[in-house]
């Protein structure tokens, strides 16, 4: 029997990703966000708060990397994005290229949102954005944003983070959306490319809890089994 060619990752990476492809992962529709506040959660080196910021969206991320300087964002993004190059060369025929086309362009994309996310960090205006943290512990108060965003964090991560540490970050999330907001995660399966072991059991969790949880299709088709994500309604 032929093994799974699987993507290895030791440690959680740093993201680089643009708001085009955050409007795929979440189906998201500009005109709906416009001044409504959101928020990015390990959003990494993306560059999504700068672009919608520049929409008129009041977005905001959240992640521990924001405690370096750009400088040394820049320089380990730089390295994160050739060392994915390189495990992505070797797996080529596993991804579905529909949207990045190859390798090298979904290179230049990396790097280019790279780019972007360092220029809006490190100006004095850009830089209130960014908030330094990590799940399960925001530092914001209850129900302050329309909606909570969280990708390739939650459930990729599975063999690194227990279920108690997801019921626990998903509360959070919860937490401080808004009354009427949402919480969308994506996608809904760990690095082996099949979905999180306890994902049923989360989402009656949360149903039981009073939230209207759904599984709704995203339009990214890249990772295997990626064509979903989360969304939780409060």
Partial sequence: MEQKQVYEQVGVAMTSRSYVEYEKMFMLQTADLIGKRVLDVA???????????????????????????????SAHGMQEIELVAMKMAKLVDVYDWTFYGSVEQHRAGRIQALQRFVEDFSNVEGSTRYHTAALPSLPFEAESFDLVMCSHFLFLYEEQFDYAFHVGAVRELLRVCKPGGEVRIYPLMSFRTEEYSYLPELINEFELAGFNVQKREASLPFLPNSHQFLSIKK
């Fill in 43 to 73: 959003g990494g080196a993306s560059s999504f708060t700068s672009e919608a910021s520049r929409l008129g969206i009041y977005a905001e991320a959240v992640d521990p990397l924001y405690a370096n300087s750009p400088s040394a964002i």
